[in-house]
């Protein structure tokens, strides 16, 4: 990834991901998987078990749809800076540590099996998952390249 992330960039990444997850859960995923993710069922589940707090479907989708677009270009980028891997691997990396947290751990929370029976549903959150934070990755990668000056080589170098 480029040595200078700007603000811009980055949001910009993370806003392409989490839309293109979006996209992906409600259009793509019904065709090929038959079930439609609905993560927002997860925060609202969690915010029950949690805390004890009823949250309406659409605030659950809005809190999951910014934790996306925000936390987890943040943690491509920090998995990018730490490990210094090219940005598919990070973004592989960090979609598949999502999808495992996610399907392994917090969905147990909330009293589902783990990974949900690796069923339907888990595999279409693992191709949804690696591909958004894989997508987050890449736009860094070419927001950044983009932002550079082109460099002129001296003729007389």
Not at 18 to 45: K, R
Not at 92 to 105: E, K, N, R, S
């Amino acid at each position: 990834m480029p040595a200078c992330i700007t603000a811009r960039n980055f949001l910009i990444a993370g806003l392409s991901g989490q839309i293109a997850f979006e996209v992906y859960a409600w259009l793509i995923s019904p065709m090929v998987f038959g079930v439609t993710l609905q993560p927002a069922n997860l925060v609202v589940a969690l915010a029950q078990t949690a805390f004890g707090l009823s949250l309406p479907y659409w605030l659950g989708f809005i809190l999951h749809f910014a934790i996306g677009a925000l936390a987890f270009p943040a943690l491509v980028l920090l998995a990018h800076l730490i490990t210094r891997a090219g940005p598919v691997v990070s973004g592989v990396g960090v979609g598949l540590g999502l999808w495992f947290v996610a399907q392994g751990f917090l969905a147990q929370v909330v009293g589902r099996t783990f990974m949900m029976g690796f069923g339907s549903y888990t595999q279409s959150s693992f191709v949804a998952h690696v591909g958004m934070t894989t997508l987050m990755a890449f736009i860094m990668l070419k927001a950044g390249t983009a932002d550079r000056p082109a460099t002129v080589a001296s003729p007389t170098g």
